[in-house]
């Protein structure tokens, strides 16, 4: 057992009940270390609406309303983001188990969650740490999608048209988007919304943002990378005079005329790398990175 009990809060995903399957054998792992379990208020209810036992001695709790030394995210990426939204600024690490397909940020694999708790509770394990972005409209922050770790995107409305995006970087105008919209993304959330729009894989660490616009009007325009200590500044039209922002999967109606800033956050999220486990391996075998498929 750890010289410290360890305490842990648990978000998990709802919709789908085989994803949750292996929760019991992961809390029996977390009891014979000793751990505090708390569990987020909406996925305890789900695991014992879905005939899970054993919740007697797990706490409940709401939002981020919780204290912990570390998060432990069941789902997939969607999760992990959800999770690190519950975090914020408490600088827990999360970590995060793949209970899906593809897990590119969740990269602890179901079946190898409970040696994996073992290696953490002995200390065996180490930080990544991801950029977050922030969003203000106005000056004020911006309801539910003000923070990011992967991207904040700027999107018309399913039936409208396409949507003016004036854009300026620490005060000097760079160009007007005529587009769907527009990804600004960091490097965490560069092989997610905007690689598949055409922008760059950006390795962690590396301190800059990228700019990538959705289906633009002009061939002409392409993804640009910017430092992430630049101030990016955006004003937009569109014909239905409002559009979506949209914040690691949570999303709000903005109307045309609010001014919007984009920056990088005063803190940064933090996952548990296990021992081993690099980027580029991630690359290859999550994405195929690299692989010739030619017979």
């Known amino acids: 057992m750890a010289a410290k009990q360890l305490r842990f809060a648990v978000f998990g995903n ?7 399957a292996g929760i019991q054998s992961i809390l029996s792992c977390l009891r014979h270390h000793g751990a505090d379990i708390c569990m987020e208020r909406m996925f305890h209810a789900f695991l014992s609406d879905s005939g899970n036992k054993g919740l007697d001695d797990v706490k409940v709790f709401d939002g981020n309303d919780f204290d912990a030394d570390f998060v432990l995210s069941m ?3 969607g999760t992990l983001l959800k999770s690190a939204a519950g975090v914020g600024d408490k600088n827990i690490p999360v970590v995060g188990v793949n ?7 969740a990269n602890v694999g179901a079946g190898d969650i409970n040696k994996a708790l073992d290696d953490i509770c002995a200390g065996r394990y180490e930080i990544d740490e991801h950029a977050v972005i922030q969003l203000s409209a106005g000056g004020t922050p911006f309801g539910g999608c003000s923070f990011a770790m992967n991207d904040i995107s700027i999107l018309k409305r399913d ?3 396409m949507i003016t995006i004036h854009t300026w970087i620490n005060d000097e105008y760079i160009v007007t988007y005529r587009a769907d919209g527009l ?6 959330g ?3 919304y905007s690689l598949s729009n ?3 894989i950006i390795t962690p660490g590396t301190g800059i943002l990228c700019l990538t616009p959705v289906a633009p009007h002009s061939l002409n325009i392409r993804p640009i990378v910017i430092p992430d200590n630049a101030v990016i500044r955006l004003e937009v039209e569109s014909r239905s005079h409002n559009f979506l922002i949209a914040a690691d999967g949570r999303s709000a109606d903005c109307r045309e005329g609010v ?3 984009i920056r990088k956050a005063p803190y940064t999220i933090k996952t548990v790398k296990l021992v081993g486990h690099t980027y580029a391996s991630t690359l290859r075998e999550k994405m195929m990175w690299g692989v010739d498929t030619r017979k």
Do not use: H, W
């Open 75 to 77: 789902g997939g990426d």
């Open 159 to 161: 039936n409208a048209s």
């Open 259 to 261: 001014q919007l800033e």
């Open 198 to 200: 055409g922008g760059p």
């Open 99 to 105: 209970m899906g397909r593809l897990g590119f940020l």
């Open 183 to 188: 990804i600004v993304t960091t490097p965490t």
């Open 14 to 20: 709802i919709y789908q009940a085989r994803k949750s």
């Open 190 to 192: 560069s092989t997610a």
